[in-house]
């Protein structure tokens, strides 16, 4: 167990609606970050929070947001969606001092029909 | 920009053998080199990571990796191969392009799968 929680497991949603997927990190991190991992994309970087604030981003759709509450959670935002943002996201998180290794969630499973 | 390259799709071993999953890395600057495991349906598992010191780096479940500066590589290995060792691998660089330090996402490479046969 790495400590980082994701909600839901699964979701399963049709074309043009909206979600919102939850992530809480390991006890203590600051960082937050967002990948999405699909079949034919690998693991793309979607963005990073640091103690509430964007600190990175990446090739995140700009029908995607994201933000980090003070008590350090974050909430990934999907709108308008298409059959192609199906795919697994996962949220990782990283403690400040740490060599850059991140700690993985186990993943939100969207399926857009 | 920082990038890496897993030359791989797939990896076959039978079990008790040796096991070497490629990657090779373009950086500027030291690099940070990452290995983690991927089970089905579940999340990334940090293996190990190569940040200075010495070459050969030892991780979780007997892996290890080695760094080679010249051929810019940070190849994994296991000695022996198990049936359970049978997942998707992947190689990261730490992105040290942004300079300040709460900012050092990783960049992934396309993963490798393991396929370890009894």
């Known amino acids: 167990d790495s400590g980082v929680t994701q909600t839901p497991k699964h979701l399963i949603t049709a074309t043009g609606q909206r979600v919102t997927l939850r992530c809480s990190p390991r006890s203590g991190d600051l960082s937050v970050y967002w990948y999405q991992q699909s079949l034919d994309q690998g693991l793309q970087f979607l963005i990073q929070?640091?103690?509430?604030?964007?600190?990175a981003k990446g090739n995140i759709l700009e029908r995607f947001s994201a933000q980090q509450f003070p008590d350090l959670h974050s909430e990934l935002n999907l709108s308008s969606l298409e059959l192609g943002d199906s795919a697994l996201y996962f949220c990782a998180s990283s403690a400040l001092q740490g060599a850059g290794e991140l700690f993985f969630g186990e993943g939100s499973r969207l399926t857009v029909l | 920009a920082q990038s890496v390259a897993q030359p791989e799709d797939q990896v076959n071993v039978a079990e008790g053998n040796p096991l070497t999953v490629k990657c090779t890395y373009s950086v500027s600057g030291n690099p940070y080199l990452f290995w983690y495991v991927q089970y089905p349906n579940r999340g990334l598992q940090f293996l190990l990571k190569y940040i200075t010191g010495d070459n050969l780096v030892k991780g979780s479940y007997g892996f290890e990796a080695e760094f080679n500066k010249s051929q810019t590589s940070f190849h994994l290995k296991k000695p022996s191969a198990l049936v359970s060792d049978s997942a998707l691998y992947f190689c990261?660089?730490?992105?040290?392009?942004?300079?300040?330090?709460?900012?050092?996402?990783?960049?992934f490479g396309s993963g490798t799968r393991l396929l370890v046969r009894p």
């Open positions: 929070y640091y103690n509430g604030e964007e600190r």
């Open positions: 990261a660089v730490r992105d040290a392009s942004n300079r300040m330090d709460s900012s050092y996402k990783l960049i």
